[in-house]
Nanobody
Framework: QVRLVESGGGLAPAGGSLRLSCAASGYSATGNDMAWFRQAPGKEREGVAWISPYGEHTVYDGSVKGRFTISRDNAANTVDLQMDNLKPEDTAMYYC??????????????????WGQGTQVTVSS
């Protein structure tokens, strides 16, 4: 049974940092694209960051580029999201996902098969 479990969410002040982690079990992340998405109340789910199967390529949404960093450890079957210089608008439920997106569409949720249950990130102003 495939399972993705996120951790590391919480409350942070504006300008602060949080590090999210996603652990995969029953599934080998190796060879599969991994990504982080987020969804704020009343808004659609949006892609935040994507990383290629062996970590050589990344893509970020413009709203987080330069502030967030995605990384992966295939030996440990984990994917992390380092979030720095947080802003109140980063407040959302963050989800880890695994799949095979089409090139150029890495941040589209439709291409992801497996999802975690989410971890809440709240940034205070």
């Amino acid at each position: 049974q495939v399972r993705l479990v996120e951790s590391g969410g919480g409350l942070a002040p504006a300008g602060g940092s949080l590090r999210l982690s996603c652990a995969a079990s029953g599934y080998s992340a190796t060879g599969n694209d991994m990504a982080w998405f987020r969804q704020a109340p009343g808004k659609e789910r949006e892609g935040v960051a994507w990383i290629s199967p062996y970590g050589e390529h990344t893509v970020y949404d413009g709203s987080v580029k330069g502030r967030f960093t995605i990384s992966r450890d295939n030996a440990a079957n984990t994917v992390d999201l380092q979030m720095d210089n947080l802003k109140p608008e980063d407040t959302a439920m963050y989800y880890c996902a695994a799949g095979r997106p089409v090139h150029g569409w890495e941040l589209r949720s439709r291409y992801y098969t497996y999802w975690g249950q989410g971890t809440q990130v709240t940034v205070s102003s």
